[in-house]
């Protein structure tokens, strides 16, 4: 970062609460916020898949947050509060047909929304590669070319000639339609339940975001309100908005870092300008770790880095994809200063803001724990004795904090690395979590991370005096975690697909006059 000045993220821990062992539900986006806007574990809800495909892909994905569920949003939307999202959402769009909306922001408590449906990814800009499936993308690509090369070859076999040349046109449409298409079917941006923008102009999309929350706020601040907002950085690709090019030593990603505070920083000010800092919990965080595997030669590393922890996005419950930023800022309510070090989760949000807008309805059976007590210091101690980290829908490791310093993390089976001697999977681009993708441990590999958070030195039974008592208490807490599962296959259905136009031709870009 620039040295110049204070980073705005430091200001807000120094005039609130910081959270050095704050924890997301999952390392994926996806799963992940499914936990956070719930407040429980994305398997309660069938938020986690199976396979390779372990987030929504496509906007016309069938997955998404069932409408059954319950969000922070709707408690308070129900409690008299003006809700708003702004930014990015990334569960799910439709359920039997385009436009039904079922899994949509204003169906799960949001009574405005604008951003993105999906995500943003490499895909939705030309020259920065491939996201989705980009190994499938390359085998079916080849596949097109060895029948069209079959094609040439046995031109003069006529009666070959028509069934070849009909399965090469079936083969290309197969990656072109879903893959090809891509950048104009998933990159938009909508404003409620409206296409505004297909494909998006990411080069304005932070000044957009920005600017929705603005006004958002402003035009809220005479009663009660919630506004989420889910910024599209740090996410790649990475944006190169000139005012913040060059500006950081540490490439393009510090630049977004430094757009990141620089709008952060903006925000704080609308609130304390008008008169709301007394009466509004601030809150920043992350839904994972940094994305280690995302590089290339030209711009080196791209998806960030995740400092001494082990592992990143996608690598089920190492520290490094799941220990994420966390802070509380509320003048005049949490001490400034203050440092939590006890564990504690995304999924704490949903109670702790259902305890603030005295919300005493009865509710599902929550994983998260209202965090008051331990911000403003009236409890020394997290109420989450375990907590269970999950790659895909497979319990991958189990955190336990007993009394005193130590809290055990036991992984049941880690991801392999490739190629081999790496720090990630660099062959499929982010880890998978079963089959010949994971290894699994007997008897689990055991850290104590009070004293090694960088999950470098297991636990033995000869170094550890307590090592049979963590398995079996780690055993009991997983067998009274288990619950009925849903889970559903996100598969490509083009009728569900958003579309400002007429599908398949769909086009049309955002009056941003006003900006």
Not at 96 to 123: A, I, K
Not at 320 to 346: H, Y
Request: aromatic share 12%; proline share 7%.
């Amino acid at each position: 970062m620039n040295s110049s000045r204070e980073p705005i993220t430091y200001r807000l821990a120094s005039e609130g609460v910081k959270l050095t062992q704050h924890i997301a539900a999952a390392p994926l986006c996806t799963p992940s916020r499914s936990a956070f806007i719930t407040g429980r574990y994305a398997l309660r809800s069938g938020s986690s898949r199976t396979g390779r495909v372990q987030v929504v892909l496509f906007l016309a994905g069938s997955g998404g947050l069932p409408p059954s569920e319950t969000t922070f949003a709707k408690r308070l939307q129900q409690q008299g509060y003006t809700t708003g999202l702004v930014g990015k959402w990334h569960l799910g769009v439709n359920c039997e047909y385009r436009g039904d909306h079922c899994h949509h922001p204003n169906q799960h408590g949001f009574s405005y929304f604008y951003g993105l449906p999906f995500t943003l990814f490499n895909d939705c800009v030309p020259g920065e590669g491939r996201d989705v499936l980009a190994d499938l993308q390359e085998t079916l690509e080849q596949l097109t070319m060895v029948l069209g090369v079959g094609l040439v070859t046995l031109v003069s076999v006529l009666w070959l000639l028509v069934p070849l040349f009909f399965l090469c046109i079936l083969a290309t449409a197969v990656w072109y339609v879903p893959f090809i298409l891509l950048p104009t079917w998933n990159c938009i941006i909508m404003r409620n339940q409206e296409v505004i923008e297909q494909p998006m102009t990411v080069e304005t999309l932070p000044q957009r975001l920005f600017f929705d929350s603005f006004l958002l706020l402003f035009r809220n601040a005479d009663h009660p309100f919630l506004l989420f907002f889910s910024l599209a950085h740090i996410h790649t690709p990475m944006f190169k908005t000139p005012a913040f090019a060059g500006k950081s030593r540490h490439g393009r990603y510090g630049d977004n870092l430094e757009e990141v505070d620089w709008i952060i920083g903006k925000i704080t000010e609308t609130v304390d300008s008008l008169g709301l800092a007394s009466n509004t919990l601030m809150y920043f965080a992350s839904d994972h770790g940094g994305h280690l595997e995302d590089s290339d030669l030209q711009t080196g590393q791209k998806g960030g880095w995740n400092g001494i922890y082990k592992g990143g996005k996608a690598m089920g419950g190492w520290e490094g994809g799941i220990r994420v930023p966390g802070i509380f800022r509320w003048p005049g309510r949490l001490a400034a200063g203050k440092v939590v070090d006890e564990p504690t989760s995304l999924m704490d949000l949903y109670p702790t803001l259902k305890y603030l807008a005295k919300d005493t309805q009865p509710d599902r059976q929550l994983d998260g724990y209202n965090l008051m007590p331990l911000l403003e210091g009236k409890a020394a101690r997290s109420e989450h004795e375990f907590m269970f980290h999950y790659c895909g829908i497979y319990l991958n490791a189990v955190r336990w904090h007993p009394p005193g310093d130590s809290i055990f993390k036991v992984h049941f089976f880690t991801p392999n690395f490739s190629p081999p001697g790496a720090v990630g999977c660099y062959d499929t681009k982010v880890c998978l979590c079963h089959g010949e993708h994971v290894t699994h441990h007997t008897p689990p590999l055991v850290y104590d991370l009070f004293h090694d958070p960088s999950e470098s030195r297991p636990l033995t039974p000869d170094t550890e005096p307590r090592f049979a008592e963590i398995l079996e208490q780690t055993a009991k807490a997983v067998e009274r975690h288990k619950s009925t599962l849903t889970n559903e296959q996100i598969l490509w259905r083009p009728w569900l697909q958003p579309c400002c136009g007429t599908f398949p031709f769909c086009g049309c870009k955002e009056d941003t006059a006003q900006l």
